[in-house]
């Protein structure tokens, strides 16, 4: 089961850009961009350091992608 | 503050490295290495000017943004993993073909600019690999 992200659509929605979010979060731009393609699933740190910065749940910002069968 | 003395630190350390290495590289070639005291230091100085200006101008162009973050670790860790075994069994087909058509014995001069062009393919890999 793949995880899947809304950090683009929530990051486009607050009007922050991908380089602004890299310099607050201290990864480089790629690292956003190939997470928010679903190419990348950032470590467990990251991940909390992007619920801190968006202020959401986890379940807001990451889910598992449902199978057919469910 | 202790990064900023590492980055020093390594940077003297490659620059001795470098210095000895042209010196011994002179030694070896049979010529003295006195006479090209000048030549090695001045080249040392003119590329650490230029790495440093090109230092200084990317950090200017990127802000706080970093170099390096855990997925440029991670994806070095599997180009350096990739690396080692293309490089191990490849190494090892090389030379049985080699063998094979009849080549017994190899110049250690050779030897030499096989171990260059390796180095470079994986510096080069290397930095294509962070820049992903």
């Given amino acids: 089961m793949r995880v899947i992200n809304h950090i683009r659509e929530i990051r486009q929605e ?35 350091k992007l619920i801190q910065y968006f202020d959401v749940p986890i379940e807001e910002l990451f889910y598992l992608e449902k199978s057919k069968g469910e | ?22 010196f011994f590289g002179m030694y070896i070639f049979g010529e003295d ?37 855990e997925r440029t670790l991670l994806l070095l860790k ?6 080692l075994y293309v490089v191990l069994f490849g190494s090892g087909a090389v030379l049985l073909v080699l063998y094979s058509i009849g080549v017994h014995s190899i110049e250690t001069g050779m030897l030499i600019v096989y171990m260059m062009v390796l180095y470079i393919l994986i510096g080069v890999g290397a930095i294509i690999t962070k820049c992903l």
């Fill in chain 1, 14 to 48: 607050r009007v922050i850009t991908q380089i602004k979010m890299a310099e607050d979060l201290h990864v480089t731009r790629q690292t956003i961009n190939a997470i928010e393609k679903n190419k990348y699933n950032p470590s467990l740190e990251l991940a909390l």
């Fill in chain 2, 78 to 83: 599997r180009y350096l993993m990739i690396v």
């Fill in chain 2, 33 to 69: 290495p006195i006479k090209y005291v000048m030549p090695i230091i001045g080249g040392l100085a003119l590329g650490s000017v230029i790495t440093l200006i090109l230092y200084k101008w990317n950090k200017k162009r990127n802000g706080n943004i970093p170099d390096v973050d």
């Fill in chain 2, 1 to 22: 503050m202790k990064n900023k003395k590492l980055q020093i630190f390594g940077w003297v350390v490659i620059m001795l490295c470098m210095m000895i290495g042209g």
